[in-house]
Structures are given as structure tokens and as C-alpha cells.
């Protein structure tokens, strides 16, 4: 077979480059040395040491090809490298249609990993001083760089210098260029006498680049070739090359988790670790060198200076420290990343840039310190120039510099400090060893405890700075951040920190990543959840001035763990280099051997091994198996899923391959991953951006309008958004909002809000969910002059001349808000009286002047707020209500009348125009939620899966959305918890698989695994072809469960939910008549009742023939099924003929009956409440309950506006049932069962009416001789 191997996506390395002199281009004398520096020398040196010479690139060695474009000899490659795979130069023989100019890489862009430009540019990064020979040979020198490309891709590079022996001799065609010859080892400085030749040691620098920063395992690999490289034998330093390039070529990266990769290369071992989470970089490097040379106050100063942007240069006199300090620092910072300009070595020809405009961050030669700090002097008060000096351990900066908060600083400052940053501290309580190998391993286990600490340390850090970002992003079509809120939630002195932070490029690329990537949970999250630091997300325009949360990690996360660790063994290499394909074979065979190992019960383990064999299948040409091993990737670990590679492959399969890939059961996702790689500029995606100011630049029409309030949590759903737009647009001749209108009003917003978080309430403590919707001016009461503070749940009043807050009356025991006239001064009605429903009312007289029909009418929402949330069991009501109040409130500052702001006061407006509900619906009705609250579109409730509690956890709903979000629901206060989006379309069913595992199957075909704890979908599974409609499990009688998937083509499978793999599938026969309409299975028995347009179809699933017995409702007739339910095993249930149709079967004989047990258009489900309960929901929108044994309906209840589309039972007996979209929300019922089990929570709005402690206070003010008020505490 004719294959062409070629280089592993996940290799190592991308390019080995080698730079220097050697006996093909001799020392060229360098045309200007002005700024270069001379190495300092001796009196007895040659004037040659002095000489600056041109260096050149020698080779440029990729997997595949190696291009050595100054040798003119031809030679045999094999077998590391085709012969057709060499590049030389052609000036004394070769091709000549590949002519170059000598010391430079000529070769076509794809026949190499790295662009030429990068290549030929290295020699100035290799040699920052510029290329100089010594007489005497000097010892081996290490340092790093990292490259960034056009498009802002960095790669990573080790540098290795050493010296050879050669012999020179001046040429004497052209004076001041010598020639170059090979000198044995043994040759010393002792040259024959008289002899016109010289010894001398000429540089040579090998450079190894990689994708990713495993600095330390490039340097061992080096450092593993150098007794092979130090000749100068040509011959024997490019076979020695050649052999240490095509090996290293064949290591792959592991992919992030617990696998490790160990290698042989040269007699040496290596050990690649992974990332720990595809969210974090690899950490190949010691992170202590920082605190060798800095004190923690520094350090903490360069991070602050990173984080908002500066302009950095780092100095040290030796270029090896430059970029570890620096990439140490980046890794402090993550999730954030430096995307200006970055040179962490800055060759002396090119110090020049440090006057360049924009932040960059540069590392240069100390030599270079006085003229720096010249181009400092030289700059305007409003440039910013910060000089971190590694060698004096000192940091300069202007004073404007913001700080790192205090509340973060000080914690990790006091983590940090007795950290060991000297080894040879540690080892002075060791053993003296005696062994090499044992010595590294103190050492390697001293630099993985510095990594541990000092990462969680920082990580701790900047959740306690960031973790709460998510709490101020609304994502809808774009994202939006509310920087201004952001900002002054935080502590006014760290205030301009965040706000330099915010506007750097670093945290818009954050944000961006987010938009962009919605399905994927951010940074912080993922980290709060691995930590168990999980702060409670709260509305973004909560107003209550709580203190700052800021998480503390636990301790056990800064303890020496036991790292769990894998390790893949490579096998060892063959004479042979990635063209014959040898390794390959070897590596395929001991893959193979992992991933059918029967001993091997870790999933993760096996999803890394597909992993792995998915590149190599790539690098062996076999394109349709890697995307095979791919989605067997996503099976088990979807964070592992390497999505730009899946789809790189789909773009470039041919329609051969695609027609081959339509069979497989991931075929649809694959689909979709490919077009969207091909319409990736499509118009419509690059719509989607960050907004970070709430001021739109152009004028919005209404729909817009409604998404961009929306979006800004300003008003909720369409109707709000409407009235809010009726009110702006008041006054304006056409039917849109322009800037200036929408400016007035948000900023009034703003400052309201501002002036609510800062009130001060003395005494009072406000509630759970409690915040200040409006403050007035300074009034007179009946009690006192002061200011009236109303919050969500009551009316406050601050009296002068005390330290207390007197509650006046909760919002929900307003009996009345009436217009009041007293005084003699002011006539007419210049205050409201308001009453309390409280058996012993005191009237409370607020003399708000002109506010007073503006105050009355907030009032009175809040009052009917209240009211027709207990009617409805609806807090969100409540929630709306307040909204209201704070919309009508912001309209009047900005100066519009009170008839236009009290248009947004729409409750207090209804009076009876509120549907009543039945006496029925109002007893059972026990809590009425929405799931989605801030979504502008309601979405369908697909299905509702209610998850027991366990381990002091709270029992949960899950509600799946057509959004394809997946909600859940906390029972204790019965408020949206969290949301997840893992699936690409409707998320049509739901099931609680293990302790910790709730299944959700997706109209995008595939069943999405989902952690309980953690919400993250690491598995997927993808064995259906079309849609997945439901799903149920079943037990034998060795106690094994099986989940069962079923989809709309009559494919059904059965799944171990232990190792997630499919152990059995059948296949419904679906005749022409149904179509792709299996909708709902039930177990009884042995077999499955499946549903489907008109039919029901009975299949026993223990056995493998498949056979299938179709039944019809009513033979001779076409009479659809709308719905089905097991009763017993000896009795289905099914909803025919869209109407209050039940037909009866018997599920031995097969036999049915029909009973008509309500006017209605049709039942859309039905839950089994117990044996004579059926709980049926209908089209309409109402609920039947009805008796099994009569086929009565004994009750009727009407609460959802749309068809009820889902229902589930908790172990309280509350039944919850979920709508269509026109209504969106889910209702939870008392149903028989709870009145016999214990009693349930009342509703949070019933407050007793007595509380437990009281305080009394006496206030005495002019009108009335004095009076007692009882305040709650």
C-alpha cells in the first residue's frame, strides 16, 4: 500500500532550526557592528575574537523535510528522512531550481511548519550579541524565546549554544572572510608551525520549537544531542541531526487530564505531563525564578502592571532568565493573556523598538538599562514605562500604576511567604545522594511542590478578584458586560484597577472567548467548581449593598497530593524515520492494546487513548477512522473533544470519505461541524459581538429595543419592554428610541441605583433577594421629619436626629394608599396616609408634596405586585413589580411626566382584570416558576425530571428547554439555580441515571452526560442517527440497569450506564404511514410499548429478532395518539383522536377500550400519580385528574396559557407540570399524596404574621402626641 506518513498534529516539536558557522559558509564579517557588543577579552586574545561575523541558519529539520540550505554536498538521508525529503544548496551541485542565498531557508510555505520570514530571522534571537569565535572553548549555553506570528500565534522555542573546533583560514578572495575546516577532536591549539591555519571554537546554536511552552523537556532533549553535535565533522553532525529531529518529531502531547507520556530518546527517558485542564497551559518551567530575584510586593506589582496593560522591559545580564521570569508571570495571570507586542529577548540590533508606541512587554541585555532610561526621561507625564531589573531584584514605575486589591494581595502574600524557593535549602536536611537519578527527583518533587502552591495561590487570588464577572454578563444574541456596574460594585479604592482592567485587550479577548464559546463554561467557573469555591450568582441589577464576597480555596488544595498520574509508555524507536511509517505501526499496535485492554475500567484513561489514536490515524492518512476515535472521544470525555481538528479533516475529506462517514451514528454532528467550519465568516456569526455600553450607537426600533433592555436586565419579556418604549418614545414624531433618549434615561437609572446600593439603613438588615427600588427627598411624617426608603419587600423610614430605621409596613400588608391633606400651611392633598392590614393599623402620613401621585401609584404596585403573586404563587410577579417601580421612578428623573412614567406601573392598573383562578386550581396550585425569567422568548418546558437529594444536598427539578438550555430548579425556595448549554438543538428528554448523573437527550442526536455536581458534560453519547425522543431504564434480575434511548426512526439503545457504552439496539419497523414518529416508549414486561403518529408498536427487548407486533386504536379507522402511560403491567393508557379520548389496553390480550373522560382537544401527556391516580395535561393548557378505576376526571385545573408538554412527580407528592412556549413556565401542584405525606414549606411571601423578637421605639413628632411602633429585627 502506497501511504504517505506525515508529522503528528500533536507532536512535540514543530521545527528544529540550527543557526551559526560552520565549514559551508565560513566566516563572513558582519557589515555593521555598531550596535553590538564585544565580548570582553584579553590582552593575549586574537583580534578575531573581537571580529563580529554573520550568522547564518545551517538547517531547518521539520518531521518531513530538512532543509540544510548551505550544504552543497549531496548525501544520503536514509533512513530518517526521503531522499526526496532533503533540501541543499545548490550552489556547487543539486537542483538547480531550488537556488537560495546562502544562510537563508528558501523553501516552499507548506513544505515546512514554521514561516520563512520566522525562520531566516532567528539567527539575531539565537546570537542577541550578535555571532563571535573564542580561542578558548566555552561552556554550553541554554536560553529560550517565544516567536509570535502575523496572526498572533506564538510558538515555543529552547535554544541550546555550544562551540566546535575548526580550523579557519583567511580567504583570500575576499580579505576579512575566513574558511572554515574540520578539526579532529583531538586537534588542540598546538597548529603546525608556520602553518597559515588557526584553532578556533565557532558557535553553533540548535533550536527546538514547539506549540506548546514545554521549555524544560526541549532543553533535556538538547542537552541529550550534545555529545552527538559538538564535532565538526559535517557528516557525522547532520546524521546525528537528522536521527534526533525525526524521533522527536514522533512524540506526541499528551492531550490535558492524567495521562503522562514517557519517551526514549538518545538512552535518556523523558515524562511529557499534560495540562491539567484544557482551560489551563502547560507548565514546563520553574515558577520560582521570580521569587529569587523579586519580593512578593514586586511581584504582585508586574502582575497588576500585565493585567491593566503597561509598558514593560525586563533587564537581566543574562538573556537565560529573561523569558522563564516572564512566562512565569503569564502563567500567574491566566485566565488572562498578553496578546500586545511581546519580545521576551531582544536582540541588541533591534533596541531601538523600546521607543515604540503601545504596551509591549520586551526583555534586554542590562548593558542596554542607561539608554532606556533615556528614552524614559524623554516621554511625555502620560506615558507609563515600567523597568523591571531581575539582576538588582527592583521594579520602577510611575506612580499612576494601579495596585492589586488589597483583600487579594495581602492573602496571597501570606501563602507565599514562607514558601522554599532555594533547593539548597531543602537538601540541607536530606540524605547526600549518591545517585544522579535520585538527586533529580528531589528536585523534580521540589518543583512540582513550588507549582502546586504557588498556582493555587494564584488561582485563589484571581477568583477572589474576577469570580464574580459571570454575575454581570447577559448573553443573549450578543454578550453583554456591564462594566460600569461591575466597576462600582467593587471597593472604591480598587475601583480604578478594575476599570483599567476591564479596558484591557486581555480581558475583551476573555469576553470574547466567552460569546464565542457559549457551550463551553468560563474560566472561573470551571475553577470555582474544581476548588469547591461556588459563589451564588445573583441578578445583575441586584441593588442591596452586600459585602464583598471574595472565596477562599481549601486547604487541601495547597497540600502535597498524590498526583494521580498515568503514564503511556512510547515503544522504543526503530532506524527509521516518519516517511517508512515503522514507529507508527508500533505505537498503533500498543494503542490498540490500551484501549481493548479488558483490565482498563477508567473512562478518562480511554477517552486520552483515542485521543492519541485519532492523531496518529491522521498522520497515517486514514481520515474517516480518526473521526471515528474522535467521536469515541466525546463518548467519554467531551472536554477532550479536539473540535478545530475534527473539523479540519471534515473540510478536506473527499466525497468518497463523506459518503463513507453518512453511516455512522455521529454523522449529523460531523455535518454540522463541518458547515459551520466553511460558513465560519458567514454575516450572521460575525454579528455576534461583546457590548460593554449600555448607550446604543444607533436608534432602536422597538424589537430592538426590547432585546437591548432586555439584555441590560432592565425590563423583562415583551410587554414590559413595550410599555417601557411607549413611555421614551412619548413625545418623539417617530417610532424609534435615538441615543440621546435612551442616554437620559439610563443614566438616571444609574444614579438611582447608585444612590440605592449607598443608602445607609442604621438598624435594619435587609432580607434574602431585599433591595431599595426609591428614596425620597426630605419629607415630613407624622413621625418625624427624614426620608422614605422603599425596598422590595416593605416601606422603610430613616427619622432625623436618630440611629434607627423604623419599618412602616410590609408591602404586602398595604390595605390602602390614600391622598391626605394636613397642615395649615399647605393646602389641598400634599401627602398619602397609608394603612396596614395588621389588626392593629397605624396610619402612616408621608407629606411627599408633588411626588405624592407618583409615590401613591409605586405603592399601589407593590401592594398589587404582592397580591396577584399570591394569587398565582408566583414570586416572579413580585420581581416584575419592582422592576416596574424602578423603570417609572428612573423616567421621572430624567425629567418625564408622571402620567408617561407611571405608564410602566402595569399591576396596580389591572384591578379585576386579572383572571381569576378557579377554587379548584387555587387549592392545588402550591408555586408557579419560570424557568427561564430573563429570556425576551419563552421557551417550551420539554421535559421535567425531578433529582432526589442526597449527601446534605437539596432535592432538584430539572426542566429541559426547547432553548436547549437545561434548567434547575432548587426546591427549598423554588428559584432558577443554574442553567446549562450543552446541546446544539431541543433538549427533548431527561433522565436520572447514577447518584450523580442525569442523561439528556437532544433533538442534535446525541444523549449528553451531565455531572450533577459539577453541570459539566464531559461524556456524550452519540449511537442514534436522527433524533432522540425518549428515554427510560429498566432493571433484570441480577439488579443490572440498562437506560434505553429511543429516536423518532424507530431505533432504540440500550446503554451500560457504567461504561457508557451501547450493549444492545432494536429497530421498530415504522411503516410509511407513521414515518419518523416514535415519540414515547414503556417497559412492561419483557417488552416495549413504542408510540408513534398512529400506531403503537409492542417489541420484546430481550430478544434479537426484532419481530414486532403493530396494534391500532380503532381498526378501520385513523385515529392519532397523542399520548401514552404504563398503569400497570397489565394496563396501558393511551390518548387518541386529539380530543378527551382514553383508550384502554389490556397488554396480554391486546385488547382495548375506549372511554370519552372529558371535553377537551386532545391529551398532550399523562403521569401516574399512584394505581387510581392518572394526572392527564391537555392542549388547552388545562390539567384532568383523573380516576383509573371509574375513567372520571374528579378534578380540573386551568393555570398554563399553552399545551402542557411535560409533567413529573417529586417524593413530596407535588406534581410539577411544564407549558408550551406562549407561556414558558412550570406549575407545581399538591396532589393527594402530598396532604398524607409531611407537610411542604409555605410560600416564601407568607410571612408570620407575629415576628420573634421585637423592639420597641417611640417617636414623638408635632401632629399627634406620640405613638409606640413595633419594627421587626
Not at 41 to 69: D, I, N, R, Y
Not at 485 to 504: G, H, L, M, W
Not at 1143 to 1169: A, D, S
Request: charged share 25%; hydrophobic share 40%.
Amino acid at each position: 500500500m502506497n501511504t504517505h506518513f506525515s508529522k503528528l498534529p500533536n507532536s512535540l516539536i514543530e521545527i528544529c532550526v540550527v543557526v551559526g558557522m560552520d565549514q559551508d559558509t565560513g566566516l563572513v564579517a558582519a557589515r555593521s557592528a555598531e550596535s553590538k557588543r564585544a565580548p570582553k577579552s584579553s590582552k593575549q586574545q586574537s583580534p578575531l575574537s573581537q571580529t563580529l561575523f554573520e550568522t547564518h541558519v545551517l538547517a531547518a529539520l521539520s518531521g518531513e523535510v530538512a532543509s540544510f540550505c548551505c550544504t552543497a554536498l549531496e548525501f544520503d538521508s536514509e533512513p530518517y528522512y526521503s531522499n526526496l525529503g532533503i533540501l541543499c544548496s545548490p550552489t556547487k551541485g543539486g537542483n538547480p531550481g531550488r537556488r537560495a542565498r546562502r544562510g537563508s531557508v528558501m523553501v516552499k510555505a507548506a513544505e515546512l511548519p514554521l514561516a520563512q520570514d520566522v525562520i531566516n530571522s532567528l539567527p539575531q534571537f539565537c546570537f542577541p550579541d550578535g555571532g563571535y569565535i573564542s580561542m578558548k572553548k566555552k561552556p554550553v549555553e541554554c536560553h529560550s524565546l517565544v516567536l509570535t506570528d502575523i496572526e498572533g500565534n506564538r510558538t515555543y522555542c529552547s535554544c541550546m549554544t555550544f562551540y566546535r573546533g575548526f580550523l579557519i583560514e583567511e580567504d583570500k578572495d575576499v580579505p576579512g572572510n575566513y574558511k572554515l575546516f574540520y578539526a579532529e577532536e583531538k586537534t588542540d591549539g598546538q597548529v603546525v608551525p608556520g602553518s597559515s591555519y588557526q584553532l578556533f571554537y565557532v558557535p553553533t546554536c540548535c533550536c527546538l520549537i514547539s506549540k506548546w511552552p514545554y521549555f524544560n523537556i526541549m532543553k533535556d532533549c538538547l542537552s541529550s544531542l550534545l555529545p552527538q553535535v559538538m564535532t565538526s565533522d559535517p557528516a557525522l553532525f547532520r546524521t546525528a541531526l537528522m536521527q534526533f529531529v525525526s524521533q522527536l518529531a514522533m512524540v506526541p502531547v499528551p492531550p490535558p487530564g492524567s495521562l503522562g507520556i514517557e519517551f526514549e530518546l538518545l538512552g535518556v527517558k523523558h515524562l511529557l505531563r499534560p495540562a491539567e485542564t484544557p482551560e489551563t497551559r502547560v507548565v514546563n518551567m520553574e515558577l520560582h525564578y521570580p521569587f529569587l530575584y523579586f519580593s512578593l510586593d514586586d511581584i504582585l506589582l508586574l502582575m497588576s502592571c500585565i493585567l491593566t496593560q503597561q509598558r514593560i522591559i525586563f533587564l537581566s545580564s543574562s538573556y537565560s532568565l529573561l523569558t522563564p521570569v516572564i512566562e512565569s508571570l503569564f502563567t500567574f495571570i491566566q485566565p488572562f493573556s498578553w496578546s500586545w507586542t511581546y519580545v521576551p529577548i531582544l536582540p541588541s540590533a533591534l533596541i531601538d523598538l523600546v521607543e515604540a508606541p503601545g504596551a509591549f512587554i520586551m526583555g534586554c541585555h542590562k548593558e542596554h538599562k542607561s539608554k532606556i532610561q533615556q528614552v524614559v526621561e524623554g516621554m511625555d507625564e502620560l506615558s507609563s514605562f515600567v523597568i523591571a531589573d531581575i539582576d538588582e531584584g527592583s521594579v520602577t514605575s510611575p506612580p499612576r500604576i494601579q495596585r492589586l486589591p488589597t483583600y487579594a494581595a495581602e492573602l496571597y502574600k501570606f501563602r507565599m511567604k514562607n514558601a522554599v524557593i532555594h533547593f539548597d535549602r531543602l537538601l540541607v536536611q536530606r540524605q547526600t545522594f549518591y545517585s544522579l537519578q535520585e538527586w533529580n527527583n528531589c528536585r523534580d518533587k521540589f518543583v512540582r511542590d513550588f507549582q502546586r502552591l504557588v498556582l493555587a495561590s494564584n488561582l485563589e487570588m484571581m477568583l477572589r478578584m474576577f469570580s464574580d464577572i459571570k454575575n454581570f454578563i447577559v448573553q443573549q444574541e450578543d454578550l453583554f458586560f456591564d462594566m460600569d456596574t461591575y466597576i462600582e460594585s467593587k471597593p472604591a479604592e480598587n475601583q480604578d484597577f478594575f476599570r483599567e482592567v476591564c479596558k484591557s485587550q486581555a480581558f475583551s479577548m476573555f469576553l470574547y472567548d466567552l460569546i464565542h464559546n457559549s457551550e463551553k463554561a468560563d474560566y472561573f467557573t470551571l475553577m470555582a467548581q474544581k476548588t469547591r469555591v461556588v459563589p451564588k450568582t445573583g441578578p445583575l441589577r441586584k441593588r442591596s449593598s452586600s459585602a464583598l464576597t471574595v472565596p477562599v480555596i481549601p486547604e487541601e488544595c495547597f497540600a502535597d497530593a498524590h498526583e494521580e498520574l498515568s503514564i503511556f509508555a512510547l515503544p522504543p524507536f526503530v532506524r527509521g524515520g516518519i516517511h517508512t511509517g515503522l514507529f507508527y505501526e508500533d505505537y498503533l499496535r500498543t494503542l490498540n492494546y490500551k484501549i481493548t485492554d479488558p483490565t482498563n475500567k477508567s473512562s478518562g484513561l480511554l477517552a486520552n487513548h483515542l485521543y492519541l489514536r485519532g492523531m496518529l490515524r491522521i498522520a497515517r492518512g486514514e481520515k474517516t477512522k480518526a473521526v471515528d476515535d474522535f467521536f469515541g472521544v466525546s463518548s467519554t470525555s467531551a472536554q477532550l473533544f479536539p473540535t478545530s481538528t475534527v473539523k479540519e479533516i471534515m473540510c478536506k475529506l473527499s466525497d468518497l470519505e463523506v459518503e463513507e462517514l453518512r453511516t455512522r451514528h455521529f454523522w449529523r454532528k460531523a455535518e454540522r461541524l463541518r458547515v459551520h467550519a466553511k460558513e465560519k465568516w458567514n454575516y450572521r456569526r460575525a454579528r455576534k459581538e461583546v457590548v460593554t455600553s449600555a448607550i446604543p450607537s444607533n436608534p432602536l426600533a422597538f424589537k430592538e429595543f426590547v432585546k437591548h433592555v432586555s439584555m441590560l436586565q432592565i425590563a423583562n419579556g415583551e410587554d414590559a419592554g413595550r410599555r417601557l418604549f411607549q413611555a421614551l418614545a412619548n413625545n418623539s414624531t417617530t417610532n424609534v428610541i435615538d441615543p440621546d433618549t435612551f442616554a437620559a434615561f439610563y443614566d438616571a437609572l444609574s444614579q438611582a441605583s447608585t444612590m440605592a446600593k449607598s443608602v445607609s439603613l442604621r438598624n435594619i438588615v435587609l432580607e434574602r433577594n431585599e433591595f431599595v427600588l426609591k428614596i425620597s427627598k426630605h419629607i415630613k411624617t407624622n413621625k418625624g421629619m427624614g426620608w422614605l426608603v422603599l425596598t422590595v419587600d416593605r416601606l422603610l423610614f430613616l427619622p432625623d436626629g436618630t440611629q434607627q430605621c423604623i419599618s412602616v409596613v410590609r408591602n404586602d400588608e398595604i390595605k390602602n394608599v390614600e391622598p391626605h391633606s394636613g397642615g395649615v400651611l399647605l393646602g389641598g392633598d400634599t401627602a398619602i396616609r397609608i394603612t396596614s392590614t395588621e389588626s392593629d393599623p397605624v396610619s402612616f402620613i408621608a407629606f411627599v408634596k408633588e411626588e405624592k401621585d407618583f409615590w401613591r401609584s409605586c405603592l399601589l404596585e407593590m401592594k398589587a405586585g404582592y397580591n396577584i403573586s399570591d394569587v398565582y404563587k408566583d414570586k416572579e410577579i413580585v420581581k416584575q413589580a419592582a422592576q416596574n417601580v424602578i423603570m417609572a421612578d428612573s423616567l421621572r428623573q430624567s425629567d418625564y411626566q408622571d402620567q408617561v412614567a407611571m405608564q410602566v406601573l402595569y399591576f396596580s392598573t389591572q384591578g379585576d382584570n386579572i383572571d381569576k383562578l378557579t377554587e379548584a386550581t387555587e387549592k392545588a396550585l402550591y408555586k408557579r416558576v419560570s424557568p427561564s425569567p430573563q429570556d425576551i422568548e419563552k421557551s417550551t418546558v420539554e421535559a421535567l425530571l425531578y433529582v432526589r437529594g442526597s449527601k446534605g444536598r437539596e432535592p432538584k427539578v430539572w426542566c429541559a428547554m426547547g432553548s436547549g438550555v437545561v434548567v434547575v430548579i432548587d426546591t427549598k425556595e423554588w428559584e432558577h439555580e443554574t442553567h446549562m448549554k450543552h446541546a446544539k438543538d431541543r433538549v427533548s428528554c431527561l433522565l436520572a441515571v447514577e447518584e450523580n448523573q442525569v442523561w439528556a437527550g437532544s433533538l442534535d442526536t446525541t444523549i449528553y452526560v451531565i455531572n450533577t455536581q459539577t453541570g459539566k458534560a464531559d461524556q456524550q453519547l452519540l449511537g442514534h442517527h436522527d433524533l432522540l425522543s425518549h428515554m427510560i431504564k429498566t432493571e433484570d434480575s441480577q439488579g443490572q440497569t440498562t437506560v434505553w434511548s429511543a429516536s423518532l426512526d424507530g431505533q432504540i439503545v440500550g446503554w451500560d450506564p457504567v461504561t457508557l457504552t451501547a450493549k444492545k439496539e432494536l429497530h421498530v419497523k415504522l411503516d410509511q404511514r407513521n414515518g419518523k414518529t416514535l415519540y414515547l416508549i414503556a417497559a412492561v414486561g419483557d417488552t416495549f410499548w413504542c408510540a408513534t403518529r398512529f400506531n403503537i408498536f409492542v417489541i420484546n427487548y430481550k430478544r434479537d429478532d426484532n419481530e414486532t407486533k403493530m396494534l391500532t386504536p380503532k381498526e378501520g379507522e385513523l385515529m392519532s395518539v397523542d399520548t401514552m402511560c404504563a398503569v400497570s403491567n397489565e394496563k396501558i393508557w393511551t390518548g387518541c383522536d386529539k380530543k378527551g379520548l382514553v383508550v384502554v389496553w389490556n397488554t396480554v390480550t391486546y385488547k382495548n377500550k375506549h372511554q370519552i373522560v372529558c371535553e377537551c382537544n386532545g391529551f398532550t401527556c399523562m403521569l401516574k400519580v399512584d394505581n387510581n391516580t392518572i394526572w392527564a395535561g391537555s392542549k388547552s393548557g388545562k390539567i384532568y385528574v383523573i380516576s383509573v378505576k371509574e375513567l372520571q376526571v374528579t378534578m380540573e385545573l386551568s393555570l398554563h396559557q399553552d399545551r402542557v408538554r411535560s409533567m413529573c412527580l417529586t417524593d413530596e407528592g407535588l406534581v410539577i407540570s411544564g407549558s408550551g412556549s406562549r407561556d414558558g413556565r412550570i406549575a407545581v401542584w399538591k396532589s393527594h399524596l402530598s396532604e398524607e405525606r409531611p407537610a411542604i414549606q409555605r410560600f416564601s411571601h407568607e410571612r408570620p404574621r407575629r415576628p420573634n423578637q421585637i423592639r420597641r421605639e417611640v417617636t414623638v413628632c408635632d401632629e399627634e402626641d406620640g405613638f409606640e411602633l413595633v419594627c421587626r429585627k
